[in-house]
């Protein structure tokens, strides 16, 4: 088994986790680990759990909650840009065909 396809260790809220990579080797399992860390630490500022017990559980919801959150926002915003690339790119086309017709 070579080294990308090694389950890694982590500690997260006291949790023990066992995580492989991903395959593609774009994305480490340390990537998605500080991110899950970077959520939870922005979470917990954010909503001032230091005054309350809140169990981890909830905690996790909330960050995937955020995480679905932004992923759609994203998948939104990059079917927008295609249909507006493609929008003007047939614009292009019927300019340039007009050109090549009436020289």
Request: overall charge negative; cysteine-free.
């Amino acid at each position: 088994m070579s080294n990308k396809d090694e389950f890694k260790e982590f500690e997260i809220l006291g949790h023990k986790v066992r995580f492989r990579p991903d395959n593609s080797g774009l994305i480490t399992a340390d990537r998605v680990v500080n991110l899950l860390k970077e959520e939870l630490k922005d979470i917990d500022q954010k909503m001032d759990f230091s005054k309350s017990s809140v169990r981890a559980s909830d905690k996790f919801l909330l960050v995937a909650l955020k995480l679905a959150n932004d992923r759609l926002f994203m998948e939104d915003e990059v079917k927008h840009s295609i249909t507006n690339l493609e929008h003007r790119l047939n614009e292009a086309q019927i300019i340039i065909d007009q050109q090549i017709s009436n020289p």
